[in-house]
T-cell receptor
Framework: EPEVTQTPSHQVTQMGQEVILRCVPI?????FYWYRQILGQKVEFLVSFYNNEISEKSEIFDDQFSVERPDGSNFTLKIRSTKLEDSAMYFC???????????FGSGTRLTVV | RKEVEQDPGPFNVPEGATVAFNCTYSNSASQSFFWYRQDCRKEPKLLMSVYSSGNEDGRFTAQLNRASQYISLLIRDSKLSDSATYLCVVRGYGQNFVFGPGTRLSVLP
């Protein structure tokens, strides 16, 4: 079964540092997403991406966040200057153009210290 | 009012039991509805989409009541492997999903 792959599985970073979380969506999928889940809380939408541009973003996705699809296969989330409250599990997801069900990657656990 | 609300749980049931989860959503313009399951510290995985006419997949039955803005999930003959958090997920006109807080299920031997 096709998978969404995320790397790294766990990243520890110091407050104020930049991090890049990487995702390889399923190859024929057209829509890409980032969600996050703070430990013990619900999954929250960050951003959606289609046709090489952001289609929607939440209030969480402020100027510190950016996304990119640099080479047609990778989909990255960058956090410019991490804060303690950015510590969470970050999930990448993708879907094809025919159905609305997402496939999620296994997530990157980001710990900001 | 929260966008998607679910039974707070946890639900602790014996193997073989039938268990029902409830979910309500606030946005009447919501378009698509899903149940996902999430194991501890893992990604959400699609369990089933929810259709207006109701739908069944093996031991799982999902119902949607648009007038009441209510979704349900019924699990029959619970297995130990059904232990997980069940997430009610709703999509509006946009592309993004709104997740409920989840209801944790523990199936006990």
């Amino acid at each position: 079964e096709p998978e969404v792959t995320q790397t790294p599985s766990h990243q520890v970073t110091q407050m104020g540092q930049e991090v890049i979380l990487r995702c390889v969506p399923i190859s024929n999928h057209l829509y890409f997403y980032w969600y996050r889940q703070i430990l013990g809380q619900k999954v929250e939408f960050l951003v959606s991406f289609y046709n090489n541009e952001i289609s929607e973003k939440s209030e969480i996705f402020d100027d510190q966040f950016s996304v990119e699809r640099p080479d047609g296969s990778n989909f990255t989330l960058k956090i410019r200057s991490t804060k303690l409250e950015d510590s969470a599990m970050y999930f990448c997801a993708s879907r094809d153009g025919l159905t609305y069900g997402y496939t999620f990657g296994s997530g990157t656990r980001l710990t900001v210290v | 009012r929260k966008e998607v609300e679910q039974d707070p749980g946890p639900f602790n049931v014996p193997e073989g039991a039938t268990v029902a989860f409830n979910c309500t959503y606030s946005n009447s313009a919501s378009q698509s509805f899903f149940w996902y399951r999430q194991d501890c510290r893992k990604e959400p995985k699609l369990l089933m989409s929810v259709y207006s006419s109701g739908n069944e997949d093996g031991r799982f039955t999902a119902q949607l009541n648009r007038a009441s803005q209510y979704i349900s999930l019924l699990i029959r003959d619970s297995k130990l492997s059904d232990s997980a958090t069940y997430l009610c997920v709703v999509r509006g006109y946009g592309q993004n999903f709104v997740f409920g807080p989840g209801t944790r299920l523990s199936v006990l031997p």
